[in-house]
């Protein structure tokens, strides 16, 4: 692991700030490096309200999407609520279809199949719309770049209003409507939500018009808190805003889908990381192992027991995906060591036998052994279909446009992408894909990074340091939970490897004379030789809680250690 220190914040700033709001120098340096500066801006992190969300009007094309629905309602035509099969996908979909239905009984829900259609708009889904004379679609977390299903649509007098926050190529579809901030010729204040926030705007455009305030839409912010937790969109701005009360709405009052899924779980409070590894692989799961209509069908059912009963096939089908990726991911891993590919700038791999459910899974998978940029590719009919994982502060989206002539589509992030490609282009995209990484990437981002907030000692560590740190929550990309680096620390001697394999790490440390806190080090075991006999070490860590037989207490979540 490669620790990397942030620069230290403009001291000045931290010393006004600090005295603005009454709090400790190393709080207000943690909130200068996440561009907070004022007594104003630290209102809205730590006090973020609804009335901070910005007017959905403007966003580009808001106008024309509304008037369209509301003229397609006035004349009692059909609207289909189209969505990609992932949990953006999904929940964006059951928010948008479920809230025109409280007032408009023509509206139905439309999901592809992963399998028999792919990423995005479809033509079977237009030839769906066409056979059950649906004259408007509403394509959430896709088709920014569908411009020939678009004018398939447009030749069957079908409109499109699309909701999508894909970065959009050079020409846009010829769509009734576009919401996409990242437009070039949107002026939209913020371009980072998911799809499911788009279609959230959406729905506060026309609650506007309907005379309704955001109360009424309370009810729907259990589903874009979750969207915006699986999607790893920056924990910023508006998603910060809609995460934080979404959050309150699923641990307060979820609707009965959510509440089916997560009713086992013995947690009195869940954190955005619950909903990342608790809620989010679930409802994935119904798109990777079955299909994404059981993810709408759980989302937008009322009934309690009905949607037990829904969660109940989903956890079957989230165990099917857990067995999958743990086979696949052994089988790329074999893969790579029969090649030789070891030592390459990228991981590319191939088996016409891996469920095209679970890629995108393995590829993150990968990264854990081989840490370079992943994509992992199945057969899909007469194509071949990827998934791709970069890491971090590598752009694989770039990296894939450069490849781009050996490919036939593919859309994505900085982060994560999709691609589809001819079999007998395979070798020769590999072939592109690790000449254009090898000569772009720089050698650092090889390895993986522990970036540091600030150095500070044991004795910096208290209940109010811990309560101010809450309130940084919720956490995510760009207000990452805080990381601290101390230096000669030393176990007490209750180091011990516990867990599965003894992979993990359980210590009591101190430094000095301070006082001594417990602390767990997921994946250390092996590190417990630089611990032993009370050998002086440094530690990165999160300042964590442990509860333990109704006792809360401060706890060291460590990241590494060294000698």
Known sequence: MRWTLKPKP???????????LKVDELIAALLVQRGIETFEQAREFFRPGLNDLHDPYMM??????????????????????????????????????????????????YIPDRYDEGYGVSY????YADDNGISLIIALDCGIKSIDHVAYANERDIDFIICDHHRPGETLPDAFAILDPKREDCNYPYDELCGCGIGFKLVQALAERNGQTMDDLMVYLDLVATA??????????????????????????????IKALIQNVKKKELTITDVVFIIAPRINAAGRIKHGNEAVSLLTEYDLDQAEQFASEIEKHNSDRKDLDKQITYEALEQIQKNNEQQGYTTVVYSENWHKGVIGIVASRL?????????????SGDKLAASARSVKDFDIYNALEASSEHLEQFGGHMYAAGMTIKEENYQNFKEAFEKVVSETIHPDLL???ISIDTEINLTDINEKLMRLLHQFEPFGPQNMTPVFVSKN????????????GEEHLKLFVKQNNSEGFGAIGFGLGKKIASVKNQQPFDAVYCIDENEFNGTVSIQLRLKDLKA
């Open 228 to 257: 915006i937790a699986a999607d790893i969109v920056p924990m910023t701005g508006e998603n910060r805003i809609l995460a934080k009360f979404g959050l309150e709405v699923i641990n307060k009052n979820p609707r009965p889908g």
């Open 60 to 109: 580009k094309d808001m106008d024309k999407a509304v008037l369209r629905i509301e003229s397609a309602i006035a004349n009692g035509e059909n609207i289909l609520v189209f969505g990609d099969y992932d949990v953006d996908g999904t929940t964006a979909v059951s928010l948008v279809s479920s809230y025109l239905k409280s007032y408009y009984p023509n509206v139905a829900t």
């Open 10 to 20: 403009d001291s000045d700033k931290v010393k006004h700030l600090a005295s603005q």
């Open 124 to 127: 079977k889904g237009i030839d």
């Open 367 to 379: 990264i854990e052994t081989y840490y370079r940029p992943t994509i992992v590719f199945t057969k």
């Open 447 to 449: 390895t993986p990074e």
């Open 489 to 500: 620390l030393k176990d007490t001697g209750y180091a011990k490897q516990i867990g599965h």
